[in-house]
């Protein structure tokens, strides 16, 4: 982790990944940070020396990743495994310029495949959003914080706020709310009723199927 700034990296001793509580070990692997599910959250996806892709969810959150045991192997529509045969070296985009991400890869053989949208054994529910962007103003904000968001549908939202450590702060929301433009304002206090310093915090706003993660700062 760098401990220094951005300008001037300073790295600290590192330390091993862990999936549960087992460490995460494959040979010779491509490790990119990408959100594959749509959740708001980024993952860990490894290209292997097998020339397979495995998919590591986060269930923590973006200021402290979480990936479970379990893991999947990225797949085709049809349940087909993705294999560039060896060294699988691979990137996601939305190449299709569609809003679903893609993936280009290549292998032991040098060619370029690219693999459009559907492109892994993860539930489809995972990608039916039920909330559009979440814009939050003013940031950096003193007193008051405007937060604004459209749901497609009637879902059960909430909203969380954390500290870059991880502890949870304030949960102003936690409500069934309809479908169309939501706006609550927040008095940037914790949940009994204190100012928050002045920091850096997460927001986190949840329905039935996403997440969507927002940084706010708080000055004073």
Known sequence: MNIGTNSAP???NYTVMTAGVSHIYRYRINPRIYDLDQDGLKDLILGNDDGRVYFY???GTNANPVFNGSYD????????????Y???RFHIADWTDDGDPDMLISGYYGYIQLYENSITGIR???TKKLAKTLTITPNPVNNKAIFKYSLNRQTLVQIKIYSTD???IASPISRNEEKGDQQFTWNVCDNNDRRLPAGIYFIELKTRTETITHR?????
């Open 57 to 59: 969810k986060n269930v």
């Open 10 to 12: 300073v790295f600290n």
């Open 73 to 84: 192997t990225l797949k085709t529509k049809n349940g087909t495994i993705i294999d560039a």
């Open 216 to 220: 706010i700062t708080v000055v004073r």
């Open 86 to 88: 060896y060294g699988s």
């Open 124 to 126: 489809e529910e995972y």
């Open 166 to 168: 991880g502890r949870l």
